[in-house]
């Protein structure tokens, strides 16, 4: 598929559709849940999952298939956290491991030792890369929630009570 990626209708409701474009009719329309938050998480990605679900599911945004993707997100966050701690502690700069070789007429060469960027840089700009796609995608960055005006969440009764009386 080429060109833009389509808006979700749902995001689409709450932006304008400047466009004036049909909106599909059949598009599945998932209960905002909290999904149930997998097991295979770190811990740290586990303490994210509850302070963000809550907070997506009071804006509607946070449905039980969005499960992957959210999970994506709060191991990234972990994953970045442990690695920025390391970079912070260690240093954006490490020396390269030094070799000593002694040739067989007895001189020493001393070869590396040489100031590099630290590799975890490396795994903390991959992790926040991830982060950033996951936050867009659910609506969670300050870009993409500019263009977002999400409405509070009526309790589930409410809303079984509503198709009754529509």
Excluded at 112 to 137: Q, R
């Amino acid at each position: 598929m080429r060109g833009r990626k389509p808006k979700p209708t749902t995001i689409k409701l709450v932006t304008g559709n400047p466009g004036h474009r049909p909106t599909p009719p059949d598009e599945p329309k998932p209960e905002a849940r909290i999904p149930k938050c997998p097991t295979h998480l770190d811990a740290e990605a586990k303490r994210e999952w509850r302070r963000m679900a809550r907070e997506l599911e009071h804006l509607g945004i946070l449905t039980t298939i969005d499960r992957a993707v959210f999970a994506s997100y709060c191991q990234a966050w972990s994953t970045w956290r442990q690695a920025l701690k390391t970079v912070q502690k260690v240093g954006m700069v490490v020396r390269s491991k030094e070799r000593v070789t002694e040739a067989k007429d007895g001189t020493i060469t001393r070869t590396g030792g040489v100031p590099m960027v630290n590799p975890l840089y490396k795994l903390v700009d991959a992790e926040n890369a991830k982060m950033m796609k996951a936050l867009t995608e659910m609506g969670m960055s300050p870009s993409s929630r500019s263009r977002v005006s999400a409405a509070e969440r009526k309790p589930a009764e409410a809303d079984r009570r509503e198709r009754f009386f529509k």
